[in-house]
């Protein structure tokens, strides 16, 4: 069987804070029903079917930093993010790199031997992999692998933000989680910069 990695992202367009990538691979049995768009679910459905993806799924996050997104510019950070959330689904399943992957992997239903790997990708531009991998805009709305990369991306961002706030207090990220609301853009003028504000960006 093939298998295919769905990879997407979650942090573009804050001001601050990192970027976060997920990367899934979806078993045959996987209930996708439970799936969407990260966006066009609430929290709780977002954290419930987190749950699941983490229980059934091969799954791994990647992360990169303010300081990084800075340096390189967030579309190389987002890119990079996918390949070391790629990185992690490997340490984390063993399932190795294309060339490695004639052996099996443990699927809910039993094993099932790997003829090779392909990736899904959504937006328009493919992360550094060591297998064919193609780009499509609004592909976390259309295929389920994607769909439970954006969820897992997301609610992960979305505690880093939590404790941000925490460890930043005044700058309201538990609010809005670094996006440039008008409240976050004004506190920003108020008390200058957070500790982890993307300064490559307008604020």
């Not at 367009?13 to 990192?18: E, H, Y």
């Not at 679910?41 to 799954?59: D, N, P």
């Amino acid at each position: 069987m093939i298998l295919t990695v769905g990879f997407d992202e979650a942090g573009r367009g804050p001001l601050a804070g990192p970027v976060c990538a997920g990367a899934v691979i979806l078993p045959p049995d996987f209930p996708i029903e439970i799936l969407n768009d990260s966006k066009k679910l609430s929290e709780k459905k977002r954290l419930a079917a987190e749950e699941v993806i983490k229980q059934r799924a091969f799954w791994g996050i990647g992360l990169v930093d303010h300081k990084t997104i800075d340096e390189i510019n967030i579309l190389q950070a987002s890119m990079l993010a996918m390949r070391l959330a790629w990185e992690d689904l490997q340490k984390r399943f063993g399932t190795g790199t294309l060339n490695e992957c004639t052996g099996s992997l443990r699927l809910s239903k039993g094993p099932q031997s790997i003829t090779g790997i392909t990736g899904i990708t959504d937006g328009t531009r493919c992360p550094d992999v060591p297998f064919e991998c193609h780009c499509e805009p609004k592909a976390d709305g259309k295929y389920p692998c994607v769909m439970a990369a954006s969820i897992i991306a997301k609610n992960c961002r979305d505690r880093i933000m939590i404790e941000m706030d925490k460890k930043y207090p005044g700058y309201g990220y538990a609010v809005h989680k670094g996006y440039p609301t008008k409240a976050h853009r004004e506190i920003c003028h108020k008390l200058g910069p957070s500790p982890i504000q993307r300064m490559s960006f307008k604020y």
